[in-house]
């Protein structure tokens, strides 16, 4: 695994990790049940060196058990509510990701998120030389979350550290108003 792959890789799962932690998803690292109702959210980025995407693939019943309850408690969530939920936590799972690039002087725009309904969904992985590919899976109470990243950057392109004593002055999930 070359510099830049295990870079992207560490920062994705500690990504997912503190996005899950955020929402008090307690989790470990496994991957899905064979045929558990699944749905994906994908979402790209693209940066002058760097290219790629996230998809976060997640059990409808975690999805279930995880979303946040609007209107009554009795109200059972349908597909639509759940792949809008989806949607959201990937947006931030690459929000999260961009702003752990940022300090490292590593910019890259992200698109909108799509879904995608199945079962025992498995994106390939294609990389060639210089390019990264990782499947992150997380289980839960409900059911289970997994996390693909596929990436691909320029042969020259290195993800620098962060700088020397640097602290974010923001925490995720913070709004700035410029």
Known sequence: MSNVEAVLV??????LHELLEAYAI???????APGEPETTAFVGFAGDALKGGLLLIASDATLRRTRPRIGS???EPGQRELSDWLSELC????GRLKNKLLPRQVTVYITVPSIVHGRDLQPDQITGSDGAAERVGFRES???FQCFL???YKPDFVIPELPEGYVSQQSEGDMLLF
Do not use: F, K, P
């Open 150 to 152: 596929n990436a691909e």
């Open 73 to 75: 408690a009795d109200d």
């Open 142 to 144: 409900a059911g289970s």
């Open 26 to 32: 307690s989790t470990e690292h496994t991957v899905n």
């Open 10 to 15: 560490g920062l994705v799962r500690e990504s």
């Open 91 to 94: 947006n931030q799972l690459m």
